[in-house]
């Protein structure tokens, strides 16, 4: 939710911004496939999910360039990967002032009660990766878990039972072709405060 303070501050009122777990890997092609789509259709949604977390796609929106599709987010369960509108950053902000339940799990009850018009992308150009203890999570360290390991593979199997397009990896990874040596560069220089790497669980912020 911090993310949201930051975006709402900091961008004009109808900008939009990438919000991005440190889990997941992109297609390559990500900023080409946002751009291809037409600007009537960013005037509408309040999300769009560059992720999707295998969930089902409601009604088709629009179908364009590279094999990407929008449809109308049934379950939007999934925050890893999606792009917001800094005023619906702020409205959030007022909604979930003091939330009940996991941050994502109110976003689906406030698009299921038309609080919120969210989009998502299908394919998803991101997914989450598998954490592990050798490939762990800031943001999601309880990941590592046997028992959310085992949850995560039956939510998959049903995910895809229903009809739902699972994936576990991408058309062209861009995870696949990173230079870590200057990702690990680019946060020592870039990240501050509470986003430093190790001030993230001890910022006091709930549902970050």
């Given at each position: 939710m911090q993310i949201?303070?930051?975006?709402?501050?900091?961008?004009?009122?109808?900008?939009?911004?990438?919000?991005?777990?440190d889990d997941i890997d992109l297609e390559t092609l990500t900023l080409e496939v946002l751009q291809s789509f037409p600007n009537d259709l960013w005037n509408k949604p309040d999300l769009i999910y560059l992720g999707s977390c295998g969930n089902i796609p409601g009604s088709k929106i629009y179908e364009g360039a590279y094999?990407?599709?929008i449809h109308q987010a049934l379950n939007p369960s999934c925050t890893h990967a999606y792009a917001i509108r800094s005023y619906v950053a702020a409205k959030l902000l007022r909604l979930l002032s003091s939330?009940?339940?996991?941050?994502?799990?109110?976003?689906?009850?406030?698009?299921?009660?038309q609080k919120l018009l969210v989009y998502s992308i299908h394919p998803p150009l991101a997914i989450q990766r598998s954490i592990t203890s050798s490939n762990p999570s800031d943001v999601n360290p309880v990941k590592v878990s046997w028992s959310f390991q085992v949850k995560a593979h039956i939510d998959s199997m049903l995910r895809w039972w229903q009809g739902a397009e699972v994936l576990d990896k991408l058309k062209d990874s861009a995870l696949a072709?990173?230079?870590?040596?200057?990702?690990?560069?680019?946060?020592?220089?870039?990240?501050?405060?509470?986003?430093?790497?190790?001030?993230?669980?001890?910022?006091?912020?709930?549902?970050?």
């Open positions: 949201w303070s930051a975006i709402t501050f900091s961008t004009n009122n109808d900008s939009w911004s990438l919000v991005f777990e094999g990407y599709r939330p009940r339940r996991a941050v994502d799990d109110e976003i689906v009850l406030l698009s299921k009660s072709k990173a230079d870590f040596e200057k990702a690990v560069e680019w946060r020592e220089k870039n990240e501050h405060g509470i986003w430093k790497n190790g001030n993230r669980n001890n910022s006091g912020c709930v549902g970050c």
